[in-house]
């Protein structure tokens, strides 16, 4: 996709035409019926957002990507064979895993640390960086399942993310949570499979499927019915190479091993849409 100058109410780009791309696709001909996607794969920032106002230890830390998260997702999908779409920049620009009106879209605080940039943005700075960085990869993704589902039938939308081990001064003792909602399929054989690999595995733990704020997965899974997965592994077990390759032979065993009955729509009622209404 080509890239697009963006202007900031005259504050030039959000993306410098030199500047990589706001996403990342591997293995796009691959007719695997499983697409793996990484909201938070990149620390990297545009050049026109300066440092947001953090030292470079924050611009490096959980706050700015999933630590482990994208290397994981590389190696899952290369694995497997399958096709991925990757962020290629930091969640502190905007959250792709957030609904643009969700107040953490443009995070403000996290984890006890102020975020000066996204301080005071105005709607048209926002309106920017989204339709640089938000609104290109949700259209990748939305493309990606358009090619599969026309190559492969159903495909099956696994979301990787990452946790920090401590948050707020409080411990995590879940090394994975695999999150699900109104769909158990995928769930059920990854906490099993993962738990028999010797995992301490959370069930909608840390974070709950169940919750608002895992957009990728509602909007492009759970809307279309398409079966799905959010995978959530804590950073200490990512952050090197060694931890990576432990856990993506444990998700490539569990997830080349899914029946056929597994890439079929699910009849399920969203129940995100069900409690809303």
Request: charged share 25%; proline share 7%.
């Amino acid at each position: 996709m080509p890239q697009e100058d963006i202007d900031i109410g005259g504050a030039g780009p959000v993306l410098a035409p030199d500047e990589p791309p706001p996403f990342v696709v591997l293995n796009a001909g691959s007719a695997e019926p499983v697409l793996v996607v990484c909201d938070h794969a990149s620390a990297r920032l545009p050049r026109s957002v300066g440092d947001l106002g953090l030292d470079p230890a924050a611009r490096r830390s959980h706050l700015a990507e999933d630590i482990g998260a994208g290397d994981l997702a590389r190696r899952l999908a290369e694995g497997l064979s399958a096709t991925a779409v990757l962020a290629g920049y930091s969640r502190l620009v905007v959250d792709l895993n957030r609904d643009l009106l969700d107040s953490d879209a443009f995070l403000e605080f996290g984890d006890g640390v102020v975020i000066p940039g996204n301080r005071n943005l105005s709607p048209a700075e926002r309106a920017a960086r989204a339709d640089a960085l938000y609104r290109p990869y949700h259209a990748a993704i939305r493309e990606q399942v358009g090619r599969l589902t026309a190559a492969a039938g159903v495909p099956a939308i696994i979301a990787i993310h990452s946790f920090t081990p401590v948050l707020n001064g409080v411990s995590r003792p879940w090394e994975i949570g695999i999150l699900w909602d109104a769909d158990r399929r995928i769930a059920e054989r990854l906490l099993a499979g993962l738990r028999a690999d010797g995992f301490v595995v959370g069930d909608n733990e840390p974070y709950s499927g169940k919750a608002p704020q895992d957009f990728t997965v509602d909007h492009h899974a759970e809307a279309a019915r398409l079966p799905h997965a959010g995978i959530e592994v804590r950073q200490d077990l990512v952050d090197h190479a060694q931890g990576v390759e432990r856990v993506a032979a444990s998700l490539h065993r569990i997830i080349a091993a899914l029946p056929a009955s597994i890439f079929s729509r699910t009849a399920a009622v969203d129940a995100k849409a069900r409690r809303r209404g």
